[in-house]
């Protein structure tokens, strides 16, 4: 037999049998951390929220009193209903715009073209600044289409093309009904001590309105194009 001591030499003499290699261990948070992520936060988007989402933070319709600007919960409700109505009936005549300046057609196209388009800028530049009135004074501004269709004041306008003395028509028509409405509820806002609504009412919408009309009102005047008298 071999001595214990034999034995022991001949082990340690043994080659060593190389190692398996280790699995693979997903990284951890301090892995992460030092890989330059930072595991505290998840950069996954968390989609789908509107989905048995909470309830609103504001309903429409309501007004907060939100912004210390020395009105009324009342001034604010009224002035933002009658805003609301003018916002729909703006979005409306804006797009109307556009429309007609897709559509239109004839000698004058041209011209035409070119105003329509303009005004659609104008105009959404109205659509700004009575949205914002209507969140300075607490209230939830009118947006989506469906709504608007519903709360506009303007005749639904088909979707065939027409001749351009109607589309100017159309619009001429649908001025006239927002600067009814503008000088309406001008003077209301004026009783009720809202001069922030007064102004922009007067000093935007009717002015900008009224000039629009007179662009687009002289393309309907019944003059001659190729003699005068």
């Known amino acids: 037999m071999a001595s214990p001591a034999k034995a022991t030499a001949s082990k340690s003499a043994a080659p060593k049998k190389a190692a398996a290699p280790a699995a693979k261990k997903a990284p951890d948070a301090t892995a992460r951390k030092h890989a330059g992520s930072n595991a505290a936060v998840n950069i996954l ?10 309830s609103p933070t504001q309903r429409y319709g309501t007004v907060s009193q939100r912004l210390p600007i020395g009105l009324s919960e009342s001034t604010r409700q009224t002035s933002v209903t009658m805003l609301n109505q003018l916002l729909a009936d703006t979005i409306t005549l804006r797009d ?10 004839g000698p004058t196209f041209y011209q035409l073209h070119l105003l329509f388009d303009k005004h659609y800028e104008e105009q959404s530049v109205l659509v700004d600044s009575i949205a914002e009135r209507i969140q300075v004074l607490g209230g939830v501004a009118v947006a989506m289409a469906h709504d608007v269709a519903e709360l506009t004041s303007l005749p639904r306008v088909p979707r065939d093309r027409e001749e351009a003395p109607v589309q100017v028509s159309r619009l001429l028509d ?8 503008c000088h309406d509820y ?16 007067v000093s935007e919408l009717v002015r900008t309105n009224e000039l629009q009309v007179w662009f687009v009102a002289e ?11």
């Open 96 to 105: 109307m715009y556009k429309k007609h300046h897709w559509q239109v057609v």
């Open 186 to 201: 001008a003077s209301k806002a004026d009783e009720t001590g809202d001069d922030g609504t007064n102004d922009l009412i």
């Open 174 to 181: 649908g001025h006239q009904r927002i600067l009814k409405n």
């Open 45 to 54: 988007p968390n989609i789908n929220q509107q989905q048995n989402a909470p």
């Open 219 to 229: 393309h309907v005047v019944d003059s001659p194009l190729t003699q005068a008298e």
